[in-house]
Protein backbone atom coordinates (compact mmCIF):
# COMPACT_ATOMS: atom_id res chain seq x y z
CA UNK A 1 0.00 0.00 0.00
CA UNK A 2 3.05 1.88 0.58
CA UNK A 3 4.12 1.77 -2.66
CA UNK A 4 1.40 2.08 -4.67
CA UNK A 5 1.21 5.69 -2.80
CA UNK A 6 4.52 6.47 -3.47
CA UNK A 7 3.69 5.77 -7.90
CA UNK A 8 1.17 7.99 -7.42
CA UNK A 9 3.33 10.75 -5.77
CA UNK A 10 5.95 10.63 -8.36
CA UNK A 11 3.11 10.64 -11.56
CA UNK A 12 1.65 13.80 -9.79
CA UNK A 13 5.13 15.52 -9.78
CA UNK A 14 5.73 14.57 -13.54
CA UNK A 15 2.53 15.95 -14.56
CA UNK A 16 3.19 19.10 -12.39
CA UNK A 17 6.67 19.71 -14.31
CA UNK A 18 6.95 21.97 -17.49
CA UNK A 19 8.90 19.48 -19.69
CA UNK A 20 8.63 19.48 -23.92
CA UNK A 21 9.16 15.55 -24.16
CA UNK A 22 8.28 15.93 -28.26
CA UNK A 23 11.36 18.35 -28.84
CA UNK A 24 13.63 16.05 -30.86
CA UNK A 25 10.04 15.27 -33.10
CA UNK A 26 9.52 19.26 -33.70
CA UNK A 27 13.30 19.74 -34.69
CA UNK A 28 13.18 17.19 -37.07
CA UNK A 29 9.83 18.47 -38.73
CA UNK A 30 11.53 21.94 -38.72
CA UNK A 31 14.90 20.12 -40.35
CA UNK A 32 12.96 18.81 -43.01
CA UNK A 33 10.65 21.60 -43.77
CA UNK A 34 13.80 23.84 -44.50
CA UNK A 35 15.81 20.89 -46.37
CA UNK A 36 12.57 20.94 -48.60
CA UNK A 37 12.35 24.81 -49.39
CA UNK A 38 15.97 24.88 -49.77
CA UNK A 39 17.42 21.50 -49.97
CA UNK A 40 19.99 20.54 -48.71
CA UNK A 41 22.61 22.82 -46.64
CA UNK A 42 25.08 22.53 -49.04
CA UNK A 43 22.90 23.36 -51.60
CA UNK A 44 21.44 26.43 -50.01
CA UNK A 45 25.17 27.62 -50.08
CA UNK A 46 25.53 27.04 -53.16
CA UNK A 47 22.42 28.91 -53.86
CA UNK A 48 23.61 31.99 -51.41
CA UNK A 49 26.90 32.32 -53.42
CA UNK A 50 25.67 33.66 -56.64
CA UNK A 51 23.82 36.23 -54.85
CA UNK A 52 26.89 37.45 -53.30
CA UNK A 53 28.56 37.66 -56.58
CA UNK A 54 25.92 39.82 -57.89
CA UNK A 55 26.11 42.08 -55.43
CA UNK A 56 29.29 42.35 -55.65
CA UNK A 57 29.02 44.03 -59.07
CA UNK A 58 26.56 46.22 -57.93
CA UNK A 59 28.54 48.13 -55.90
CA UNK A 60 31.33 48.31 -58.19
CA UNK A 61 29.17 49.72 -60.21
CA UNK A 62 28.20 52.54 -57.25
CA UNK A 63 31.93 52.77 -56.59
CA UNK A 64 32.55 53.83 -60.22
CA UNK A 65 29.55 55.58 -60.60
CA UNK A 66 30.89 57.92 -57.66
CA UNK A 67 33.97 58.44 -59.16
CA UNK A 68 32.16 59.62 -62.18
CA UNK A 69 29.71 62.27 -60.88
CA UNK A 70 33.55 63.26 -58.64
CA UNK A 71 35.33 63.98 -62.18
CA UNK A 72 31.71 65.29 -63.75
CA UNK A 73 31.57 67.71 -60.71
CA UNK A 74 35.12 68.74 -61.02
CA UNK A 75 34.59 69.60 -64.89
CA UNK A 76 31.85 71.44 -64.20
CA UNK A 77 33.90 73.95 -61.57
CA UNK A 78 36.80 74.10 -64.32
CA UNK A 79 34.60 75.43 -66.81
CA UNK A 80 32.23 78.03 -64.38
CA UNK A 81 35.51 78.97 -63.81
CA UNK A 82 36.85 79.51 -67.30
CA UNK A 83 33.84 81.00 -68.08
CA UNK A 84 34.16 83.88 -65.30
CA UNK A 85 37.37 84.55 -66.59
CA UNK A 86 36.57 84.85 -69.85
CA UNK A 87 33.27 87.12 -68.69
CA UNK A 88 35.85 89.36 -66.93
CA UNK A 89 38.01 89.40 -69.92
CA UNK A 90 34.93 90.67 -71.79
CA UNK A 91 34.54 92.81 -69.79
CA UNK A 92 37.64 94.23 -70.06
CA UNK A 93 37.15 94.95 -73.80
CA UNK A 94 34.36 96.50 -73.37
CA UNK A 95 35.92 99.17 -70.72
CA UNK A 96 39.22 99.71 -73.28
CA UNK A 97 36.38 100.14 -76.17
CA UNK A 98 34.11 102.37 -74.44
CA UNK A 99 37.24 104.27 -73.24
CA UNK A 100 38.80 104.57 -76.46
CA UNK A 101 35.29 105.77 -77.92
CA UNK A 102 35.00 108.79 -75.86
CA UNK A 103 38.49 109.79 -77.01
CA UNK A 104 37.94 110.01 -80.60
CA UNK A 105 34.67 111.61 -79.36
CA UNK A 106 36.62 114.19 -77.41
CA UNK A 107 39.04 114.58 -80.22
CA UNK A 108 36.53 115.21 -82.64
CA UNK A 109 35.11 118.11 -81.12
CA UNK A 110 38.69 119.45 -80.20
CA UNK A 111 39.46 122.75 -81.52
CA UNK A 112 42.11 121.26 -83.44
CA UNK A 113 39.90 119.63 -85.38
CA UNK A 114 37.87 122.70 -86.16
CA UNK A 115 41.26 124.16 -87.61
CA UNK A 116 39.99 124.66 -90.97
CA UNK A 117 36.74 126.81 -90.83
CA UNK A 118 38.58 128.93 -88.08
CA UNK A 119 41.44 129.37 -90.80
CA UNK A 120 38.55 129.92 -93.86
CA UNK A 121 36.82 132.92 -91.64
CA UNK A 122 39.31 135.58 -92.08
CA UNK A 123 39.07 135.05 -96.26
CA UNK A 124 35.12 136.03 -95.82
CA UNK A 125 36.30 138.99 -93.89
CA UNK A 126 38.93 140.49 -96.77
CA UNK A 127 35.82 139.80 -98.94
CA UNK A 128 33.94 141.79 -96.92
CA UNK A 129 36.68 144.48 -97.18
CA UNK A 130 37.36 144.16 -93.57
CA UNK A 131 41.26 145.57 -93.45
CA UNK A 132 41.36 145.35 -89.92
CA UNK A 133 41.41 141.86 -89.60
CA UNK A 134 43.69 141.27 -92.59
CA UNK A 135 46.14 142.87 -90.66
CA UNK A 136 45.98 140.83 -87.47
CA UNK A 137 46.36 138.01 -89.67
CA UNK A 138 49.32 139.34 -90.85
CA UNK A 139 51.02 140.09 -87.52
CA UNK A 140 49.70 136.62 -85.97
CA UNK A 141 52.52 135.41 -89.50
CA UNK A 142 55.20 137.49 -88.40
CA UNK A 143 54.85 136.88 -84.70
CA UNK A 144 56.09 133.12 -85.99
CA UNK A 145 58.96 134.76 -87.85
CA UNK A 146 59.92 136.38 -84.84
CA UNK A 147 60.07 133.58 -82.82
CA UNK A 148 62.11 131.25 -85.36
CA UNK A 149 64.49 134.23 -85.34
CA UNK A 150 64.55 134.01 -81.26
CA UNK A 151 65.35 130.32 -81.24
CA UNK A 152 67.80 130.39 -84.51
CA UNK A 153 69.49 133.04 -82.18
CA UNK A 154 69.30 130.97 -79.21
CA UNK A 155 71.01 127.93 -80.80
CA UNK A 156 73.81 130.12 -82.58
CA UNK A 157 74.81 131.18 -78.79
CA UNK A 158 74.59 127.94 -77.34
CA UNK A 159 76.93 126.53 -80.52
CA UNK A 160 79.01 129.73 -79.74
CA UNK A 161 79.24 128.82 -75.92
CA UNK A 162 80.10 125.37 -76.82
CA UNK A 163 82.73 126.04 -78.95
CA UNK A 164 84.33 128.24 -76.30
CA UNK A 165 84.43 125.82 -73.95
CA UNK A 166 86.00 123.02 -75.78
CA UNK A 167 88.64 125.65 -77.15
CA UNK A 168 89.52 126.35 -73.46
CA UNK A 169 90.49 122.47 -73.11
CA UNK A 170 94.33 121.75 -72.90
CA UNK A 171 94.96 119.60 -75.73
CA UNK A 172 96.23 115.85 -75.36
CA UNK A 173 100.04 116.09 -75.96
CA UNK A 174 101.58 112.36 -76.79
CA UNK A 175 104.61 112.03 -75.22
CA UNK A 176 107.50 108.87 -74.85
CA UNK A 177 109.85 107.54 -72.46
CA UNK A 178 112.97 106.67 -73.93
CA UNK A 179 116.16 104.69 -72.49
CA UNK A 180 119.73 105.69 -73.59
CA UNK A 181 122.41 103.73 -73.86
CA UNK A 182 125.36 106.13 -74.52
CA UNK A 183 128.96 103.89 -74.77
CA UNK A 184 132.23 105.74 -74.73
CA UNK A 185 135.75 105.51 -76.25
CA UNK A 186 137.42 103.57 -73.74
CA UNK A 187 137.62 103.01 -70.07
CA UNK A 188 140.00 106.01 -69.35
CA UNK A 189 136.72 108.29 -70.54
CA UNK A 190 135.53 110.34 -67.85
CA UNK A 191 132.21 110.01 -67.52
CA UNK A 192 130.98 112.65 -65.11
CA UNK A 193 131.84 114.62 -67.85
CA UNK A 194 129.92 112.56 -70.56
CA UNK A 195 127.11 112.51 -68.88
CA UNK A 196 127.14 116.58 -68.23
CA UNK A 197 127.98 116.42 -72.22
CA UNK A 198 124.73 114.49 -72.41
CA UNK A 199 122.43 116.05 -70.59
CA UNK A 200 123.62 120.18 -72.08
CA UNK A 201 121.59 118.88 -74.83
CA UNK A 202 118.67 121.34 -74.58
CA UNK A 203 115.06 121.71 -76.61
CA UNK A 204 111.71 122.22 -75.88
CA UNK A 205 109.73 118.88 -75.49
CA UNK A 206 112.97 117.29 -73.73
CA UNK A 207 113.16 116.44 -69.91
CA UNK A 208 116.05 114.57 -68.85
CA UNK A 209 115.75 112.08 -66.42
CA UNK A 210 117.80 109.49 -63.82
CA UNK A 211 120.78 107.96 -65.02
CA UNK A 212 123.32 105.06 -64.01
CA UNK A 213 126.72 103.99 -65.47
CA UNK A 214 126.38 100.05 -66.24
CA UNK A 215 129.54 97.91 -66.80
CA UNK A 216 130.16 96.78 -70.40
CA UNK A 217 133.53 94.95 -69.63
CA UNK A 218 137.16 95.36 -69.77
CA UNK A 219 136.68 97.97 -66.97
CA UNK A 220 134.57 99.87 -69.85
CA UNK A 221 131.06 101.27 -68.54
CA UNK A 222 128.17 102.74 -70.34
CA UNK A 223 125.98 105.89 -69.36
CA UNK A 224 122.18 104.51 -69.40
CA UNK A 225 120.06 107.66 -68.99
CA UNK A 226 116.18 107.98 -69.30
CA UNK A 227 114.60 111.09 -71.06
CA UNK A 228 111.02 112.32 -72.07
CA UNK A 229 110.19 113.80 -75.18
CA UNK A 230 107.06 114.52 -76.71
CA UNK A 231 106.50 113.28 -80.08
CA UNK A 232 105.34 116.35 -82.26
CA UNK A 233 108.46 118.22 -81.29
CA UNK A 234 111.38 116.28 -80.53
CA UNK A 235 112.10 113.13 -82.47
CA UNK A 236 114.95 110.18 -81.72
CA UNK A 237 116.98 110.84 -84.88
CA UNK A 238 117.41 114.86 -83.72
CA UNK A 239 118.17 113.84 -80.00
CA UNK A 240 120.81 111.75 -81.42
CA UNK A 241 122.47 113.80 -83.92
CA UNK A 242 122.55 116.35 -80.99
CA UNK A 243 124.28 114.44 -78.38
CA UNK A 244 127.02 112.23 -80.73
CA UNK A 245 128.32 116.03 -81.62
CA UNK A 246 130.56 115.55 -78.39
CA UNK A 247 132.62 112.81 -80.75
CA UNK A 248 135.64 113.80 -78.21
CA UNK A 249 133.54 111.37 -75.22
CA UNK A 250 130.71 109.64 -76.47
CA UNK A 251 131.43 106.60 -79.34
CA UNK A 252 127.44 105.97 -79.88
CA UNK A 253 124.50 105.77 -78.81
CA UNK A 254 121.13 103.35 -78.88
CA UNK A 255 117.65 103.35 -77.72
CA UNK A 256 117.73 100.68 -75.56
CA UNK A 257 113.93 101.12 -74.81
CA UNK A 258 110.76 103.47 -76.08
CA UNK A 259 107.48 103.37 -74.25
CA UNK A 260 104.47 105.39 -74.90
CA UNK A 261 103.50 107.66 -72.71
Known sequence: MPKKSTNMSGLQC???ENIWFDKP???EAEKCFY???NGPPSQAKAALLPKARQ?????RNSSSHAGGDQELVTRMKSMELENHTLHKVVAEMRAALQTLENRVATLEKSPSAKAAPVQAAPVKQVQNGDDEDEDDDMDLFGSDDEDDEEAERLK???LDAYAA???KKPALIAKSSLLLDVKPW???TDMAKLEECVRSVQMEGLLWGASKLVPVGYGIKKLQITCVIEDDKVGTDILEEEITKFEDFIQSIDVAAFNKI
Open 14 to 16: LAS
Open 186 to 188: DDE
Open 156 to 158: QER
Open 35 to 37: EGA
Open 165 to 167: KKS
Open 25 to 27: LYD
Open 55 to 59: QRPRN
